[in-house]
């Protein structure tokens, strides 16, 4: 069992940054590879980003590439996700999840933990 609780989101205006965790517990952190997604009001859940268990490789949705990058601290059990040059069209609740496999995975269905979300809400 992991546990996933995600923090740094809030109120950012246009262009702005913004930075969010995502602290997990329970079973070894670095055996599994992680992602973030958010879910917009009205559609579907969406993949962000992956990372690899080591963090050596990474999978972005072309929508925040170039903008945002996820890395991890395997030894503060912690995943991040640096958004810069947000945008109204990245809020969305965002989420952080877990899954065994080694390398990023962007299927939603890969992935068996999932975090709580934190709200990020950009104003234009």
């Known amino acids: 069992q992991v546990q996933l609780v995600e923090s740094g989101g809030g109120l950012v205006q246009a262009g702005g940054s913004l930075r969010l965790s995502c602290a997990a517990s329970g079973r070894t952190f670095s055996s599994y590879a992680m992602g973030w997604f958010r879910q917009a009001p009205g559609k579907e859940r969406e993949f962000v980003a992956a990372i690899s268990r080591s963090g050596g490789s990474t999978n972005y949705a072309d929508s925040v590439k170039g903008r945002f990058t996820i890395s991890r601290d395997n030894a503060k059990n912690t995943l991040y996700l640096q958004m810069n040059s947000l945008k109204p069209e990245d809020t969305a609740v965002y989420y952080c999840?877990?899954?065994?496999?080694?390398?990023?995975?962007?299927?939603?269905?890969?992935?068996?933990?999932w975090g709580q979300g934190t709200q990020v809400t950009v104003s234009s």
């Open positions: 999840a877990a899954t065994p496999n080694i390398f990023p995975v962007v299927r939603s269905t890969a992935y068996v933990y």
